[in-house]
């Protein structure tokens, strides 16, 4: 690409488009960093230097160009950078971008460089623009030197031992010097290892040279957690640097704004630094003294920065009267006075409820608040501190004042059940006393002797023996449920159990246990043991009673009596159904199991000789219409269900070659059928007619049956009719006459004892 004669915006339009279009696809990164770099270069004019330095620090640290094709790129665009960090008063926003691209360059350049040792350009390229970087390191603009403390970061990293975690493949280990052989001619060890430590001493200088910087101390701390986490060998040097560090130094000077900004801002950093630091590593060596230290700066910044927020003292003159010192012409004498306590009032008259005898306030307002209301949670929060804060003396006077009234309410309540009962008793023998009557005989007895009396006497002097005794009460049957109440009824115990395993946690492998062959089933009381007992109950509890064509034309059209009997077996069939299909990719082991089950028990009948409905290819039939609308091309739950399934019919594989009707599953069911006819023979003849149904019915599926027809029945292409008439005569001699039955495979798992 060369430089267009047209104005520098008509330019920067064309540019800012290549950006929009590697943002979008990353796959134009090279054509468009390679058309840019001599329109960029340093004669270039400042605007078009500003952009492609930015497009350049942008390219190198984007995760959506792989590490491959940076290090491609980083050779082409070595040399810019060169010139561009070298030309005399270079813009700052220029110098910014290229020390970033930079930071970003130098560990591609540093494996390059590991894996071609005679690239001699390419180091002494890469060794100048560094010289220079580390050369305006102390001089340069503040944002300039911000990206140099990110670049001199990444050459400790880089030339610091870090952990190979596979030596076989060293493309895949972290960018360290313990990749970089003992003899290597360009970048020896012991001489990079030793520039990194004067480097890392020179970035830690600045915790006692340049304490008033506060833009340089955070860019420094910042940079200075990755080390910490990826290198632990020089950790203990960073932290013991950082501990020795007071960023609330210069809170001792005259307090500022800017003072007070710059302190805030150098502690808050320091403080996320270390914190992070001990979560990550909490039984460090020096994690006690790093909680110490944050523990005290915290403490340091509360003394220094909080003062004037604090709640201010308790005020000198007496709160509870007024001064008499201020307040003596008024002449109110309350010093002296003692508070005043609150007094209990009186029970209302009548019959007393709970709440009027813990009230002890007459307010109306309060006695009408319902405490319901409000949370439980806020109750405690208020209940506490009155309960911490109460005078002693006023709890006591409360308590009091409760049990008086208590003690009150209780004497009436005996006094009056006392009266009640001689007056019933004077009542009752009123015609027999009349005789005995004395004029001048006066109880010698009062009340409260009375009611001693009663409290005294035993029990079973009051109880009264009943005129009648009580026979058993028995519960009455209840009646017997109609067929239609018997049907909703089960309806409803299916659903009640598929609900509990909707909410049972799926079973993992580490929690099955295998036990071989002869395990017990539903022996876990997990959800597979809730399979296996619905399974079954689906197709063992009524077997032998399913209706059969014989009974109903004994029957003479008339619904037979076992009709009823089946409700439930059905039921839990189409509940199955439903259960499988509602979730079929994370269900379909309960399908498979289901369907084994069915085919187990239509066996067992079979073997017996009876006279009964198999249920086996219906319900295949059924999951497999639930499933296949909804499979798209790169589901394999198909091929599993039928590689499990114990028998597959010419209609199974029907509902497989309707998939071909949709373009996007050709490869969907021709790769099902393909793994029927390497994994199942008994099957095979069956499948390969269906393969030659779909070369001949299906155009999207001539490509890929026309491979596998090729192996298996060759006579049935076009090219091989004429040069293999005599394989077709053969093939067609050996193929049966009539259809293959339905044959079972292999079992991928033994049905459990019982």
């Given at each position: 690409m060369t430089q267009p004669s047209t104005s520098v915006a008509d330019q920067l339009a064309q540019l800012n488009a290549a950006r929009s279009l590697v943002l979008g696809d990353a796959a134009f990164y090279p054509q468009i960093v390679q058309g840019i770099l001599p329109i960029i270069g340093a004669s270039a004019r400042l605007e078009l230097r500003r952009w492609g330095a930015d497009f350049l620090a942008e390219t190198f640290a984007t995760p959506a160009l792989e590490t491959q094709q940076k290090e491609q790129l980083s050779l082409l665009v070595l040399q810019t950078l060169k010139e561009l960090i070298e030309t005399p008063a270079e813009d700052t926003g220029v110098m910014k971008s290229v020390v970033q691209a930079a930071a970003s360059l130098y560990p591609l350049i540093f494996r390059h460089i590991i894996m071609h040792p005679n690239d001699t350009a390419t180091w002494e390229k890469m060794a100048a623009i560094k010289s220079r970087i580390l050369r305006i390191w102390d001089a340069a603009a503040a944002g300039v030197r911000i990206c140099c403390i990110k670049f001199v970061q990444r050459v400790v990293q880089v030339q610091t031992p870090g952990v190979i975690a596979d030596p076989r493949r060293p493309e895949h280990n972290e960018i360290s010097l313990a990749l970089v052989p003992r003899t290597h001619p360009l970048i020896p060890p012991p001489n990079l290892e030793a520039e990194a430590s004067g480097l890392l001493d020179r970035l830690l200088d600045v915790f006692q040279e340049n304490v008033s910087d506060a833009v340089l101390v955070n860019s420094t701390l910042n940079c200075l957690g990755n080390l910490i986490r990826s290198r632990p060998p020089i950790a203990n040097k960073i932290l013991s640097a950082i501990l020795n560090f007071n960023p609330l130094k210069q809170a001792n000077s005259p307090m500022t704004p800017k003072i007070k900004v710059m302190a805030k801002s150098m502690e808050r950093?320091?403080?996320?630094?270390?914190?992070?630091?001990?979560?990550?590593?909490?039984?460090?060596?020096?994690?006690?003294?790093?909680?110490?230290?944050?523990?005290?700066?915290?403490?340091?910044?509360?003394?220094?920065?909080?003062?004037?927020?604090?709640?201010?003292?308790?005020?000198?003159?007496?709160?509870?009267?007024?001064?008499?010192?201020?307040?003596?012409?008024?002449?109110?004498?309350?010093?002296?006075?003692?508070p005043s306590r609150p007094s209990i009032p009186p029970l209302p008259p009548g019959s007393t409820s709970i709440a009027q005898l813990y009230t002890l306030t007459s307010d109306e307002g309060l006695t009408s608040f319902d405490v319901q209301q409000l949370p439980i949670d806020l109750v405690v929060k208020i209940t506490l501190p009155v309960l911490h804060r109460i005078d002693q003396g006023l709890l006591d006077q409360a308590i009091n004042g409760i049990r008086s009234r208590y003690s009150s309410l209780s004497k009436s309540t005996q006094l009056s059940q006392a009266q009640e009962i001689p007056t019933a008793a004077r009542i009752d023998d009123e015609d027999d006393d009349d005789d005995d009557y004395e004029p001048d005989f006066q109880p010698t007895e009062d009340t409260e002797q009375i009611l001693n009396k009663l409290d005294i006497a035993p029990a079973e002097e009051l109880k009264e023996e009943p005129e009648v005794a009580l026979a058993p009460f028995k519960v009455p049957h209840p009646p017997p449920l109609s067929e239609e109440e018997t049907a909703e009824v089960s309806k409803d115990t299916v659903n009640r159990v598929f609900g509990m395993m909707n909410i049972l946690e799926e079973s993992t492998a580490a929690r099955k246990p295998k036990t071989g062959i002869n395990r017990l089933a539903?022996?876990?009381?997990?959800?597979?043991?809730?399979?296996?007992?619905?399974?079954?109950?689906?197709?063992?509890?009524?077997?032998?009673?399913?209706?059969?064509?014989?009974?109903?034309?004994?029957?003479?059209?008339?619904?037979?009596?076992?009709?009823?009997?089946?409700?439930?077996?059905?039921t839990i069939r189409e509940a199955l159904h439903f259960y499988v299909t509602e979730d079929f990719r994370r269900r379909i082991d309960t399908a498979i199991a289901w369907l084994n089950e069915e085919w187990y028990n239509d066996r067992i009948q079979m073997e017996q000789g009876e006279a009964a409905v198999f249920q086996y290819e219906k319900w295949a039939l059924k999951v497999l219409d639930g499933i296949v609308p909804y499979l798209d091309a790169k589901d394999k739950v198909l091929i599993r269900f039928l590689s499990e399934i114990p028998g597959v019919s010419r209609d199974v594989l029907e509902r497989v070659k309707g998939l071909a009707r949709d373009p996007e599953r050709v490869a969907l069911a021709v790769n099902s059928i393909h793994y029927l006819i390497l994994l199942r023979p008994p099957i095979r003849d069956l499948c390969i007619d269906a393969l030659e149904d779909l070369y001949h019915n299906y155009e999207d599926a001539r490509p890929s049956t026309q491979k596998l027809l090729a192996k298996w029945r060759p006579h049935v292409l076009p090219q091989a009719t004429s040069t293999n008439g005599v394989l077709k005569q053969e093939a067609d001699a050996l193929r049966p006459a009539t259809p293959i039955p339905l044959v079972p495979a292999q079992q991928t798992a033994a049905v459990p004892a019982v």
């Open positions: 950093t320091t403080r996320a630094l270390l914190i992070n630091t001990n979560k990550l590593n909490p039984s460090g060596p020096l994690a006690g003294r790093i909680q110490q230290y944050v523990e005290r700066l915290m403490q340091t910044r509360i003394d220094i920065f909080d003062e004037g927020s604090r709640k201010r003292g308790a005020p000198n003159e007496p709160t509870d009267g007024l001064d008499n010192a201020k307040r003596a012409r008024l002449g109110a004498d309350v010093a002296n006075t003692p539903a022996s876990n009381y997990d959800r597979d043991a809730w399979i296996t007992v619905i399974t079954r109950l689906a197709t063992r509890a009524s077997a032998g009673l399913e209706v059969t064509s014989e009974d109903k034309s004994a029957e003479d059209g008339a619904e037979p009596l076992s009709q009823s009997r089946l409700s439930l077996s059905d």
